[in-house]
Every structure is written in C-alpha cells, then in structure tokens.
Nanobody
Framework: QVQLVESGGGLVQAGGSLRLSCAASESIFSFDAMGWYRQAPGKQRELVATVVSGGNTNYADSVKGRFTISRDNAKNTVYLQMNSLKPEDTAVYSC????????????WGQGTQVTVSS
C-alpha cells in the first residue's frame, strides 16, 4: 500500500512562507500525477497545485505566482513552496498521488495544518 507522509505545516504570519513536503513510500516515477489539495473549515476540498509525470504543473488561480510545486525524484518527495501567504490560505493541506486506473490507485496523505495569522 502506498504511503504519503506530509510535513512542514505550521503557524505563520501573513506575508510569510512555508514549504510543505510529501514523502512517498515508493518511486514517484510510478505515479501519473501528484498534487496538493486543501480544505478549510466549512469548505470543500480544492486543488492547489499538481505536477504530472512529464513535469507539467497546474495551479489554482488563487495561488498562481505565490506557490510552487516541485519534486525531487531521488528523494521520492514532492514539495509545495508557499510564499506571500494570506489568512485565506489557512487550511489542512493534503498530498495526493495517483496512477491509472485512478479509481483503484488514488492515494492520500494524512494532511498537515497550515494556519496564517493576520
């Protein structure tokens, strides 16, 4: 069973930065895509950023220009660098990885809390 372990969350002031890490229990080359999602209290989970096996990235409009997703293949780790954080970025951030067929190969981490104070 694939395991994804997130780290790096915490409390930061508005305008600050955090870097989230997602360490996979196997080679990230095996996944078609990996990404970060977030869920704030009372809201639905939303996509933050994804990176596909070919390296292309995709970002939510709300984080474009502030967040960067990257991966270290040698460490089987995906990162989310978050700069210029805003209070509305406060949420539980979860790592996701999937490979085809997605309906049986869709994996999630336990989540890490990010809190941005104003």
């Amino acid at each position: 069973q694939v395991q994804l372990v997130e780290s790096g969350g915490g409390l930061v002031q508005a305008g600050g930065s955090l870097r989230l890490s997602c360490a996979a229990s196997e080679s990230i080359f095996s996944f078609d895509a990996m990404g970060w999602y977030r869920q704030a209290p009372g809201k639905q989970r939303e996509l933050v950023a994804t990176v596909v096996s070919g390296g292309n990235t995709n970002y939510a409009d709300s984080v474009k220009g502030r967040f960067t997703i990257s991966r270290d293949n040698a460490k089987n780790t995906v990162y989310l660098q978050m700069n210029s954080l805003k209070p509305e970025d406060t949420a539980v951030y979860s790592c996701n990885a999937w490979r085809r067929p997605k309906w049986i190969n869709d994996y999630w981490g336990q989540g890490t809390q990010v809190t941005v104070s104003s």
